[in-house]
């Protein structure tokens, strides 16, 4: 039995220390919006989250665009940024706000997810599966990131690309 233990021991430590510390902005939450991490939060940036969730992404582009102007290093702000964009009807728009965030997080899964969709939503399905192929890499575990793109590409090649990620009303 002590031997059985230790093994057992030291395969939950790994779990744990590969575990994420905070909250990613991945768009986990059931709303298609990316969550916000624990990074400590402006008016703006609070203001902007809301915005996205009440679909009034014109809004939250405009408070994001000063919140990225004010803090050029906020990979999760560029994300929703791009996220709000994409929403607003211009997934073509959305793709270099996308890299920006990727450039500062490279790990970023809501970002490598959503940049994913977005060439979806332009028919972009070689560049969709870069993104799947990283998300692959960067999930250890199963991540909701990693299944959502797929199950978006699945639908897009059953559908001979007929089936495309779609965005919301703009109000």
């Given at each position: 039995?002590?031997?059985?233990?230790?093994?057992?021991?030291?395969?939950?430590?790994?779990?744990?220390?590969?575990?994420p510390?905070?909250?990613?902005?991945d768009?986990?939450?059931?709303?298609?919006?990316?969550?916000?991490?624990?990074?400590?939060?402006?008016?703006?940036?609070?203001?902007?989250?809301?915005?996205?969730?009440?679909?009034?992404?014109?809004?939250?582009?405009?408070?994001l665009?000063?919140?990225?102007?004010?803090?050029?290093?906020?990979?999760?702000?560029?994300?929703?940024?791009?996220?709000a964009?994409?929403?607003?009807?211009?997934?073509?728009?959305?793709?270099?706000?996308?890299?920006?965030?990727?450039?500062?997080?490279?790990?970023h899964?809501?970002?490598?997810?959503?940049?994913?969709?977005?060439?979806?939503?332009?028919g972009?399905?070689?560049?969709?599966?870069?993104?799947?192929?990283?998300?692959?890499k960067?999930?250890f575990?199963?991540?909701?990131?990693?299944?959502?793109?797929?199950?978006?590409?699945q639908?897009?090649?059953?559908?001979?690309?007929?089936?495309?990620?779609?965005?919301?009303?703009?109000?």
């Open positions: 039995m002590r031997r059985m233990i230790r093994p057992m021991t030291l395969v939950l430590a790994v779990l744990l220390c590969a575990a510390a905070s909250l990613p902005a768009g986990g939450n059931g709303s298609g919006a990316p969550l916000p991490t624990a990074r400590p939060q402006d008016p703006e940036y609070s203001a902007a989250v809301a915005a996205i969730e009440k679909g009034d992404h014109r809004a939250a582009i405009r408070l665009e000063s919140v990225v102007a004010r803090d050029g290093t906020n990979a999760d702000a560029y994300n929703w940024l791009a996220y964009t994409r929403q607003a009807g211009d997934p073509a728009g959305s793709i270099p706000i996308y890299q920006k965030a990727l450039q500062i997080d490279p790990k899964r809501g970002a490598h997810e959503y940049i994913g969709e977005a060439y979806l939503a332009l972009h399905l070689p560049k969709a599966k870069e993104h799947l192929a990283r998300l692959d960067l999930c575990l199963p991540c909701s990131q990693h299944r959502d793109l797929k199950k978006a590409i639908a897009y090649e059953a559908s001979g690309g007929q089936v495309r990620p779609t965005t919301k009303a703009v109000r």
